[in-house]
T-cell receptor, first 119, second 111 residues
Framework: DVKVTQSSRYLVKRTGEKVFLECVQD?????MFWHRQDPGLGLRLIYF???????EKGDIPEGYSVSREKKERFSLILESASTNQTSMYLC??????????????????FGEGSWLTVV | GDSVTQMEGPVTLSEEAFLTINCTYT??????LFWYVQYPGEGLQLLLK?????DKGSNKGFEATYRKETTSFHLEKGSVQVSDSAVYFC??????????FGTGTSLTVIP
């Protein structure tokens, strides 16, 4: 079974703190993603990475950065946490898609989520 | 652009009732379609998927058929149980690299 592990399930941080959320996957997936999930808004993509040291902005990258130094690990960084970043953060991974008919059900797998509260 | 629209919730059903959660999509090319389920306090889990038109995905009594003519992928279950209470997300990938999710539909099943 695919395993995507998020290091912290519940965190409480103060405004202005630097926050690291760590994610590790064990399936040799090329793609890794960070989403946040908020009531009524569904999942929103923050950043994704398709290779080591590569990153692409998603829909809501402001206030976040990421790091991918090893293929299996993708970190989300909140440089200066703010109360509007209180949310559930979901890491995910997938194989690199071939595009076109080659999507063949390329599947994204999620971690358990990290609940971050910024006070 | 590519997108998924699913029915608004919340949905409340009695045990053994029939479930339908509507999902329609907009995509170019040949997307793969998915349903994910999220139980309270957990991440999303793959429930079922379909990769081409007229494919039927099925798992745990849930089914969904990929309808290209109506661009739909509605989730159905003939008899829901209390343990099916969760949030259900419809999703698609046009390329296998970008994934687009609906906003989720909350289902509560009462005994």
């Amino acid at each position: 079974d695919v395993k995507v592990t998020q290091s912290s399930r519940y965190l409480v941080k103060r405004t202005g703190e630097k926050v690291f959320l760590e994610c590790v996957q064990d399936m040799d997936h090329e793609n890794m993603f960070w989403h946040r999930q908020d009531p009524g808004l569904g999942l929103r993509l923050i950043y994704f990475s398709y290779d080591v040291k590569m990153k692409e902005k998603g829909d809501i990258p402001e206030g976040y950065s990421v790091s991918r130094e090893k293929k299996e690990r993708f970190s989300l960084i909140l440089e200066s946490a703010s109360t509007n970043q209180t949310s559930m953060y979901l890491c995910a991974s997938s194989f690199l898609g071939l595009g076109g008919r080659g999507t063949s059900g390329n599947t994204i797998y999620f971690g358990e989520g990290s609940w971050l509260t910024v006070v | 652009g590519d997108s998924v629209t699913q029915m608004e919730g919340p949905v409340t059903l009695s045990e053994e009732a029939f479930l339908t959660i509507n999902c329609t999509y907009t995509a170019t090319g040949y997307p793969s379609l998915f349903w994910y389920v999220q139980y309270p306090g957990e991440g999303l889990q793959l429930l079922l998927k379909a990769t081409k038109a007229d494919d039927k995905g099925s798992n745990k009594g849930f089914e969904a058929t990929y309808r290209k003519e109506t661009t739909s992928f509605h989730l159905e279950k003939g008899s829901v149980q209390v343990s099916d209470s969760a949030v259900y997300f419809c999703a698609l990938t046009p390329t296998g690299n970008q994934f687009y999710f609906g906003t989720g539909t909350s289902l509560t099943v009462i005994p």
